[in-house]
């Protein structure tokens, strides 16, 4: 049958083995410092393992290949442990996979293995610094405030915080900013941040990087943020913010321009261009 599954490119592979940690199924391993597909039956083809590659070796291609198993999945799964099972469980729950997650949630009751909590609570339930808020500036002149008041104009920044369907985003230009630029850049809030709404994100060491997949295609979708911009630092590990953000508006069924800013170490803009 023809489905989604990932392609490696071994020539952009370095080994780093982020996309096999970021494999809740096990079909990514590192063998011979390369990361291999080692089975084509356990892999979902819904590319959480994209995102985690900092060379951009792994993409999503639809080709012939054996239909997705689930219970064979979970008989390779649940000997792993709790843990594993539950980023299993969090990873189909997170990208909408109903049919395979009751597939699971029956395999595992039928086997009699206790399930584990695997849907976060809602934002409200949890840190209160997670919380949602609009925040407003008081009106000045311009010029007496020029490199003094932040330009920032809603709370939380980081990827994993936001919602998606937080009113703020609706029809905004949006700004996707890795973690280190800010620091890089002494004018990037007057020069970058003025009118846009901001999302932080680090595609080198952040976790579960699927969910920013979902929710960068709910805010092109849902919220249909006018245009993106992403800034990325010039290191290479940084391009992965990129192709997150391209991916995303290939999944969506709306489409948004991206402009990409690369920032140098030295704050400088290395290029900036409409991709």
């Given amino acids: 049958m023809e489905r989604q599954i990932i392609r490696i490119d071994e020539e952009k592979c370095d080994g780093c083995g982020l996309c096999a ?3 809740p ?3 990514l391993q590192m ?54 099972l539950k980023a299993h469980l969090k990873h189909l729950h997170e990208h909408s996979q109903t049919t395979f997650l009751n597939q699971a949630l029956d395999y595992l009751k039928e086997l009699n ?7 976060e609570k809602t934002m409200h339930q949890g840190c209160p610094g997670s919380a949602p808020r609009n925040l407003s500036r008081p009106t000045a002149d311009p010029v007496a405030q020029e490199g003094l008041t932040s330009q920032l104009t809603q709370w939380p920044v980081q990827l994993h915080l936001i919602s998606p369907m937080n009113p703020v985003f ?23 941040l003025t009118g846009k709404k901001l999302v932080i994100a680090c595609p ?11 929710k ?18 010039e290191v290479p590990c940084c391009g992965g913010l990129l192709r997150m953000a391209q991916t995303a508006v290939e999944r969506a069924t709306r489409k948004v321009p991206i402009k990409a800013v690369v920032v140098g170490v030295d704050g400088e803009i290395r290029k900036e261009a409409w991709v």
Avoid at 38 to 47: A, H, K, M, N, P
Avoid at 113 to 119: K, M, S
Avoid at 171 to 190: G, Y
Avoid at 216 to 233: C, G, P, R, S, Y
């Fill in 21 to 23: 940690q970021g494999c």
């Fill in 25 to 27: 199924e096990g079909a």
């Fill in 31 to 84: 063998i011979d410092g390369k990361a291999r597909l080692v089975s084509e039956i356990t892999c979902d083809g819904l590319g959480a393992c994209v995102g985690d590659c900092p060379q951009g070796a792994i993409t999503v291609e639809t080709r012939e290949a054996a239909p997705y198993d689930e219970r064979l999945t979970l008989d390779g799964l649940i000997p792993k442990g709790v843990n594993t």
């Fill in 113 to 119: 293995v206790a399930i584990p909590e695997y849907q």
């Fill in 170 to 192: 609706e029809k905004a230009d949006l700004l996707i900013a890795a973690d280190c630029v800010a620091f890089a850049m002494a004018d990037f809030n007057q020069r970058w």
């Fill in 204 to 214: 080198k060491l952040d976790q579960n990087q699927s969910v920013y997949l979902d």
């Fill in 216 to 233: 960068l295609t709910a805010l092109i979708d849902e919220a249909q943020v006018n245009t993106i911009t992403v800034m990325i630092m």
